[in-house]
């Protein structure tokens, strides 16, 4: 029993970090149509950037600064690269997209140069501590990340909810030309939008290197790639199919891991590749995601 | 490879009903097309003409009611499997793909054509014999409606009546039995409006097809039509011939009393 | 379709270029052969991957999948342990082998559309790369396998046998190979234009432009798809083989998803939607690293490969390259290198126009069918090289 409530309290904590990297994938898709393939090396930049500062600014001014830092590269990225290209082209977006995996390639070959193959530690406050919870003993990291991702996508969702860029947003993602039309700044939208899934990638990048992980390596950034099945799952467009997508993910990854002895058949290592079985599977079943808005093809 | 078909069998809509979450875009419309003859679908913007030639063409499912060309139901076929059966379209916005304007003919080609992905690699000589044949119909198409010159021409480069005209000649490319027009003159000017007039006229009048016109040139709907009917809120208020539809109370209420295609309305009855 | 001269002044045209290939063994020495081989080996997989990708628009990162199937079924089909097959025999069921591990994904590349596909062919490559590491029995684990060599009539393609002297050029490995490939090459341009210019190739452009007229006018569009994702297998598993002939050993780090990106890379690079375009990206993608390793320490900024410690070496080196060059490419060519060739032909051409006789320009061209490397012909220019 305690093994399952282990693989369960697990699977959340990986689930929650997977969470933040989709929501802000799904952020992304929503505000300007494009799959941000260089999410991952995002996701690495702001952990190197934690663990080259930690040591100088403390983990919390390392993070502030990796969030704020990876959060601008994002933004600009988006102003200054994605929204100059495609033109009018209706295909814009996709065009978009290849262009992120270009950006992707660099910036994860500078990265990856400057790790080399080191683990570097992030130098955060709860190294390899656990705490008993009744039957199950669970890693402090762990639960920062279940708490931390909860504040910051409830922080995203306020945001969507209650600011004038969150209803901006949801109405670029409706109709961009109407929202145009009745005064949203699609641009800035976009680049807010880019900005704030940056930031959550950054963070997320510190959960996902925490305990038990051993540190920041270079292939940090393809571990970020099992959000975009949970993305995927919840259908690219839905903030609250993100999350579940993500739960689903992290909670598969965890039990195929923790049963790994009685799944032997699928081979050693099963539980990291697990998410993308789902995904295939999802997808056979409802190729739109689970979150999909059954919307009617405009001709 | 010209094509005479016998008269078209007649397209029978009844009782469509089309509800998108909630909203109803057709309410239990029913009209008959004749074979051979131009049946004008009108009616103010919004009223539910597009919803219709979608629902015709196959890329909506109506709630509710059936569409039957002769013996075939459309309403439970896929939109290439309508094509097969002959009913060619063109679209209010144009579509037309990548390439010029033979490419974009010889797409309308496709259904009546077989080389698959094998015999087209090999370049078989089935295959090339094949694509010649089509080739030398599709030029002819787009003699026929005055874009023999702009064959070769990419179709992105061409002016906009020009585009719309190939979205004609390719949907003319499929040899239908039907042929559903979505706006054809939209857009277009005085001359534009004319030559594309004369070429619908004539097609019929060459290839014995049967038209569905969605238009708001009341002008071209009381030159070329045969019967009309008149959609208001997604209804169809009102039925008959070009003359009859005009004097109906109905639709000059569906027309004046939305504010929207007055001027078309006059444009007709002068 | 186009007339007789004009097919002739074509064919003429591809000769010159040919006798080159062909003669390029005997001049050069067994580096250079290698980065022939691989460049076509990569050029085959990149015009597939070009078909699916460029003309129909349904972005795939699963590429490295297929070039795995391809390269391991050889392997496994040929060899020890495996049925051990006449080796051309194991090359052909590879390809079809790759092909039908298309077909098991068209329920998902059926429907899932564009870019989203991209998402869902991550799948085949970490499924596929955990499948290679832990199915040792056919695969031989994390090590890979060795491959034997191809043989067709008693002729290896490998140093082994009796030995080859043409012309007083000893022909190894590398010569004999670099013909197979050149072989493999031709059959993969013949067969690959044949489809972009006829029916299957015009039904897939059209609908990756829209899927809605496409399918009013007759294309099934999900079998079209499903069509194309095998297809484009099917060349991605014919490239694996000459890939694994060529490095003589798989293993399944090669087959990573950094490759599936090289490959995306190569068809960008050479201008989405023609198959000269993926060839040269496909020479680009590939040579350029090896060209930097080789030349490493005469470049600036580059460190010699080993040298550590956070230098550039020749490998991240050439991949700042061509990442800049996806970004670059994108913003101000988005036809690649092939529509930089085109647009500076377009240029010329005008100016030779201008000063020609008045209305030349209007002549009647040949359509559909006639060559797009053809700089005379704006039909089939406009028709495979629009992105």
Known sequence: MSGFLDNLLNGLAVGSVYALIALGFVTIFKASGVLNFAHGSLLLLGGYLVAVLHDDLGFAGALAVAVLVTAAVAGLLD??????????????????????????????TDLARRIGGDLLPLGDPWGDAVTDLGPVTVADSRVAAILVSAAAIGGAFALFRFTSWGLSLRAAAED????????????????????????????????LVAFPAPGLERTTGQIALKAFPAAILGGMASPVGALVGSMLIGLTEAFVAGYQSDLHVLGEGFGDVAPYAVMVLVLLVRPAGLFAAKGTARV | MTAAPAAPPALDVRGVTVRFAGLLALDDVSFTVAPGTVHAVIGPNGAGKS???????????????????????????????????GVARTFQNIVTTRGTVADNLMLGRHALSRAGFAATALRLPSAVREQRAHLARAREIAELTGLGAHFDTPVALLPYGD?????????????????????PVAGMNAAERTRTTEVVREIRAELGLSVVLVEHDMGLVMRLADDVTVLDFGRAVAHGTPDEVRRDPEVLRAYLGTGTGTGTAKEGAA | ??????????????????????????????????????????????????????????????????LAVGAYGYVWLAGEP??????????VLAVLLAGAAGGLFSPVAGRVKGIYLGVATLALVFLGHHVLLTADSVTGGFNGRSVPPLEVGGFAFADSGPELTVLGVPFGAEERLWYLGLALFALTWFTARGLLRGRPGRALAALSDSETAASVMGVHVARYRSAAFVVSS????????????????????????????????????????????ASAGAVFVTALPLLMTRYADQLPLVATPGSGGGAIGPTEASRYL?????????????????????????????????????????????????????????AARAKEHTP
């Not at chain 1, 109407?178 to 700044?185: D, H, N, Q, T």
């Not at chain 2, 569409?67 to 076929?77: D, H, N």
């Not at chain 3, 002939?245 to 090669?254: G, I, N, T």
């Open chain 1, 79 to 108: 102003r200054l690269v994605l929204q100059r290209t495609g033109g009018s082209d209706p295909h814009a977006a996709h065009v978009q997209t290849i262009v992120t995996i270009g950006v992707d390639i660099v910036l994860v």
């Open chain 2, 51 to 85: 919803t219709c030639f979608n629902v015709l063409s196959g890329l909506y499912r109506p709630t509710a009611g059936t569409v039957r060309l002769g013996a075939a139901e459309l309403t439970r076929l896929a939109p290439h499997r309508i094509a097969a059966l």
């Open chain 3, 82 to 91: 495996g049925p051990g097959l006449p080796p051309a025999v194991a090359a």
């Open chain 1, 176 to 207: 961009a030309e109407a929202a145009a039309l009745m005064g949203v700044r699609l641009n800035r939208v976009r680049t807010a939008a880019w900005c704030l899934a940056g930031g959550l990638a950054a963070l997320a990048a510190v959960f």
């Open chain 3, 234 to 277: 099917m060349y991605a598993g014919l490239a694996g083989v000459l890939l694994a002939l060529s490095f003589r050993r798989v293993v399944p780090d090669y087959f990573s998803l950094a490759l599936s990106v090289d490959y995306l890379a190569m068809i960008v690079i050479g201008g989405l939607g023609s198959v000269a375009g």
């Open chain 3, 1 to 66: 379709m186009s007339d007789p001269r004009s097919v002739l002044r074509r064919r003429a045209a591809l000769l010159p270029p040919v006798l080159l290939l062909c003669a390029l063994p005997f001049y050069l020495d067994a580096f250079w052969l290698r980065i022939g081989l691989f460049s076509m080996a990569a050029a085959v997989g990149a015009v597939g991957l070009g078909l699916l990708s460029g003309t129909a628009g349904q972005l795939s990162l699963g590429h490295a999948f297929f």
């Open chain 2, 163 to 183: 585009r719309k005209r190939v979205e004609l000649a390719r949907a003319l490319c499929l040899e239908p039995r039907v042929l559903l027009l979505d706006e």
């Open chain 3, 322 to 378: 061509y990442g800049a060059a996806i970004v670059v490419i994108l913003l101000r060519a988005p036809d690649g290198l092939h529509g930089l060739a085109r647009r500076a032909g377009a240029r010329l051409r005008r100016r030779r126009r201008a000063t020609g006789p008045p209305g030349t320009g209007a002549a009647p061209i040949p359509a559909a069918g006639t060559d797009p490397t053809d700089p005379t012909d704006p």
